[in-house]
Structure formats: structure tokens, C-alpha cells
């Protein structure tokens, strides 16, 4: 059974930093392309990043480029989010997802895989 989970949320202070991490569990994703989403209250879900197969190809959501980075480790099947200069509006539940495609969607529904989230708190 596939299974991603998410850690690494949690309260911040705006300015400060947090790293999420998604573990990979029940196949392997190394060729597979894997994104972060996030869904803030009352709002629907969105695309923050998304990192290709292999690594090479990265893509950001224009509200996080600049401060957000997606790494992955395809030797520990794992994929991480480092998060800077955090704002009051990135809010919201972290979502870890695997595609069954190679390349570094943005699309919601190019997703197969999704974790359960982890909640992300800025505070002004």
C-alpha cells in the first residue's frame, strides 16, 4: 500500500522558517514527479511546488518563488520543502503528493498519491 506522510509543520512567528518532509512508503517514487500543495481555511487546494523525477527540473508557485525550495532524496525515497521568510498567508495544510508521471506537474489532478498534510501556522 502507498502511503506519503508529511511532518515538519507547525507555528512560526512571520520571518521564520520551517522544513517540511514527505516520506515515501510502499513503492518507489525516484522517476516519478512529486509536488506539494497546500490548502488554506475556506479556500481550495493549490499548487506551492513541484519537483521532476530525477531532480533536475524544479517548478514554484509565484507567491513562494524566491523563498520556497523543493528538494527530494531518491535514495531515501523522500521529498522536502524548505520554507523561508514565512508570511501570514502560507497559512494553511501541507499536502505531499507523488505523480505516476516523470515530470514536474503543476496540476492537481496529474497527483495519484496524496498525504494526509501537515498544518502550517503563521502568526504576525
Given at each position: 500500500?502507498?502511503?506519503?506522510?508529511?511532518?515538519?509543520?507547525?507555528?512560526?512567528?512571520?520571518?521564520?522558517?520551517?522544513?517540511?518532509?514527505?516520506?515515501?512508503?510502499?513503492?518507489?517514487?525516484?522517476s516519478?514527479?512529486?509536488?506539494?500543495?497546500?490548502?488554506?481555511?475556506?479556500?481550495?487546494?493549490?499548487?506551492?511546488?513541484?519537483?521532476s523525477?530525477?531532480?533536475?527540473?524544479?517548478?514554484?508557485?509565484?507567491?513562494?518563488?524566491?523563498?520556497?525550495?523543493?528538494?527530494?532524496?531518491?535514495?531515501?525515497?523522500?521529498?522536502?520543502?524548505?520554507?523561508?521568510?514565512?508570511?501570514?498567508?502560507?497559512?494553511?495544510?501541507?499536502?505531499?503528493?507523488?505523480s505516476?508521471?516523470?515530470?514536474?506537474?503543476?496540476r492537481?489532478s496529474?497527483?495519484?498519491?496524496?498525504?494526509?498534510?501537515?498544518?502550517?501556522t503563521?502568526?504576525?
Open positions: 500500500q502507498v502511503q506519503l506522510a508529511e511532518s515538519g509543520g507547525g507555528l512560526v512567528q512571520a520571518g521564520g522558517s520551517l522544513r517540511l518532509s514527505c516520506a515515501a512508503s510502499g513503492r518507489t517514487f525516484s516519478n514527479g512529486m509536488s506539494w500543495f497546500r490548502q488554506g481555511p475556506g479556500k481550495e487546494r493549490e499548487f506551492v511546488a513541484a519537483i523525477g530525477s531532480g533536475r527540473s524544479t517548478r514554484y508557485a509565484d507567491s513562494v518563488k524566491g523563498r520556497f525550495a523543493i528538494s527530494r532524496d531518491n535514495s531515501k525515497n523522500t521529498m522536502d520543502l524548505q520554507m523561508n521568510s514565512l508570511k501570514p498567508e502560507d497559512t494553511a495544510v501541507y499536502y505531499c503528493a507523488a505516476d508521471r516523470s515530470g514536474d506537474a503543476f492537481l496529474e497527483y495519484a498519491y496524496w498525504g494526509q498534510g501537515t498544518q502550517v503563521v502568526s504576525s
